[in-house]
């Protein structure tokens, strides 16, 4: 894999097979209380507009994170071509209710359960059972884009590593770079 295309390739890939491991991605914050980091799910890969989109909790730690400071980090691995992708970008919530309620509707109701606990998530559970509200569930569903500014590879190989970087430029062309390893 040697190019910017390659990559937005696998990372499209990733989203529709289920199996793939890019489709679990390490999401690294710098919020208030220092730096975070927690697995997600990649949602959709937009190649045009070089984005990346989650789904989140409004009320979560990393929507604090993300307010307090807009940079976010993304780490991908894949064990079986011995791949690591490291990304930056610039995360923001989708603003128009419009696809936020068209990407919605796609959600099964078994998962629209993780939108709907009462209390935030992250807090305290005291008490017993968890207490659920699925008519606040939309209101807390948040779909979190990630536009991406620079990427780095580093495959893992036997006959010797490589690695390289692509910036975004201006103009909206990825520059490409090699790397000492
Ligand atoms: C495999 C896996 C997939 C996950 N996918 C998501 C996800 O798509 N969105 C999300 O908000 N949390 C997801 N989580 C939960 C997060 O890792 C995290 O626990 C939660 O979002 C709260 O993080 P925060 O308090 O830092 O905001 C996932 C966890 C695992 C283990």
């Known amino acids: 894999m040697n190019h910017a295309e390659e990559i937005w390739k696998t990372l499209v890939r ?13 999401f ?22 070089h984005q990346l989109v989650f789904y ?10 993300i307010a307090h400071d807009s940079r976010v980090a993304l780490l991908f691995w894949n064990p079986r071509s011995n791949t690591q992708l490291r990304v930056c970008g610039i995360a923001a919530p989708q603003t128009s209710e419009l696809i936020v309620n068209s990407l919605w509707a796609r959600i099964p109701e078994y998962a629209r359960k993780d939108y709907a606990t009462l209390s935030a998530p992250g807090d305290a559970l005291t008490g017993g059972d968890l207490v659920y509200d699925l008519d606040t569930a939309r209101a807390n569903f948040v779909v979190l884009n990630v536009k991406v ?10 006959e010797g590593h490589v690695r390289f970087r692509c910036d ?3 103009t909206g062309h990825w520059i490409h770079q090699n790397m000492i390893p």
């Open 168 to 170: 975004l430029d201006e």
């Open 14 to 26: 990733a989203t529709v097979d289920k199996k793939h491991p890019w489709r679990v991605v390490g």
């Open 149 to 158: 500014l620079s990427l780095e590879l580093l495959e893992l190989k036997r």
């Open 56 to 65: 989140t909790d409004r009320r979560s730690q990393k929507m604090a994170d």
């Open 28 to 49: 690294s914050t710098a919020g208030p209380k220092g730096p975070q980091v927690r697995s997600v799910i990649l949602r959709a890969a937009n190649t045009d507009d």
